[in-house]
């Protein structure tokens, strides 16, 4: 069983930088394909970046691509998200998942982007 916690969301003037945190507990951390997904009010949920178990390769939606970066720390069970350069359409709720025999998801933490 995996409990995953994320943090560092807030509000941000667009132009601004957040960086969100996401805890895993349990002792196969380092086996997981992590993502980060968002999802607006109204909207489907979308990918914005996924990471290998390794960290050595990654992946982005085209919305974030050059503003995101994905990150991991196996050795402190946490995946990062450095977002930059935010803007508006940003603003959603960022969940972190991991995917192992199945996926779990984290509660979400709130992302608003204001002009």
């Known amino acids: 069983q995996v409990h995953l916690v994320e943090s560092g969301g807030g509000l941000v003037q667009a132009g601004g930088s957040l960086r969100l945190s996401c805890a895993a507990s349990?002792?196969?951390?380092?086996?997981?394909?992590m993502g980060w997904f968002r999802q607006a009010p109204g909207k489907e949920r979308e990918l914005v970046a996924g990471?290998?178990?390794?960290?050595?390769?990654?992946n982005y939606a085209d919305s974030v691509k050059g503003r995101f970066t994905i990150s991991r720390d196996n050795a402190k069970n946490m995946v990062f998200l450095q977002m930059n350069s935010l803007k508006p359409e940003d603003t959603a709720m960022y969940y972190c998942?991991?995917?192992?025999?199945?996926?779990?998801w984290g509660q979400g933490t709130q992302v608003t982007v204001s002009s």
């Open positions: 998942k991991a995917r192992g025999y199945r996926d779990y």
């Open positions: 990471i290998s178990s390794s960290g050595g390769s990654t």
């Open positions: 349990g002792r196969t951390f380092s086996t997981y394909t």
